[in-house]
């Protein structure tokens, strides 16, 4: 009897034993279940750059989005040199020759010119007006004569409509040119995805231009230079300021060649492409202005004026 009881009694713990080890495997399963699903897709980034970077602290990128800044703000993203490789970018050329020249060209226009003629032996008003391919009326106008009787060796005026009465040279070019000609287009403007958080969009202010770091840059302009060094997140900047309230702004570089005050023509070498600031790889990060108000740069790259040269009838207008 007392056999019987002692055995219920160990299959009976045994069973609580089964029952409290399936609650314990049921709530770590659930534990880590809730861990994967509500943790911060971050920490395991976050980890992997810790172990790749090391705990460095900076602050230097400027955004509404409190996690992203936080992100960097934490020191887990080490910005490249504001002073990288300038050891390498000594021989900058001074000028990059860039015709900003679309096209170039002639124009005659018809209209009416005035040749003098010398009456002489059997000539009559009506022979020099067929001789002129002229009208009797308009040559008796041009010189006040009531009959068709000339003089000899009077000096008439006679009007004569002729193709190219006048000339005019016709240059069309382009407003703004391509600051790093060689580039690849990497962003453009306007709404993109966040190239520091793929969960989340951004408006992109310019036009990235990729190209090896130490490319020269030039002014898109003839202009004035209003701003060079260091601008937060656009690392080593240079602003240019252009006739008709234009503005443009090259960010990133590498090393900058010019000084504030300095006036500098379309093509002037201003600066090298970088990556200095928030960037992700060497570009130029290049800005467009009028009046104060952002416009695209594509636009601005894509702006024409014609520039409208009269020429004398004698003047041969070399293209």
């Known amino acids: 009897m007392k056999l019987h009881s002692d055995s219920s009694l160990f299959i009976h713990r045994v069973d609580r034993f089964k029952v409290g080890s399936k609650s314990f495997i049921f709530i770590l399963f659930l534990s880590l279940y809730t861990t994967a699903i509500f943790s911060n897709p971050f920490d395991k980034y976050e980890e992997e750059l ?23 703000q934490s020191g887990n993203f080490i910005p490249s040199s504001d002073h990288e490789e300038v050891d390498l970018l000594d021989d900058l050329p001074k000028y990059i020759k860039y015709s900003a020249i679309v096209s170039s060209k002639i124009i005659n226009e018809k209209g009416e010119i005035v040749k003098k003629h010398t009456v002489k032996a059997k000539d009559t008003l009506l022979g ?56 690849r287009i990497s962003s453009t403007f306007g709404r ?40 937060g997140g656009y690392g080593n900047t240079v602003i240019i300021l252009h006739p008709d309230g234009y503005k443009t702004v090259y960010a990133h570089c590498a090393k900058i060649v010019v000084e504030v005050g300095e006036k500098v023509t379309m093509g002037r070498v201003i600066a090298a492409v970088g990556r200095t600031g928030t960037a992700t790889g060497a570009h130029l990060h290049f800005e467009v202005y009028k009046n104060g108000k952002l416009i695209n740069p594509q636009t601005a790259l894509n702006s024409y004026q014609k520039i409208i040269t009269k020429l004398p009838i004698t003047e041969v207008a070399g293209l």
């Open 50 to 72: 810790n172990a790749l970077t090391g705990k460095q602290t900076v602050s230097f990128f400027n955004s509404n989005d409190q996690k992203v800044k936080h992100f960097f």
């Open 128 to 183: 020099i007006a067929k001789t002129y391919g002229s009208d009797l009326a308009r040559i008796k106008s041009k010189n006040g004569l009531k009959t068709d009787l000339i003089r000899l060796g009077d000096i008439l005026e006679v009007p004569v409509k002729v193709a190219n009465a006048s000339r005019k040279k016709v240059v069309t070019k382009r407003i703004f040119i391509n600051p790093v000609p060689s580039s």
């Open 192 to 231: 993109r995805k966040d190239p520091f958080n793929k969960y989340s969009r951004n408006f992109h202010a310019g036009l990235d231009m990729a190209a090896a770091v130490g490319t020269p840059v030039i002014a898109s302009a003839d202009g004035e230079v209003a701003f060079t060094g260091k601008n």
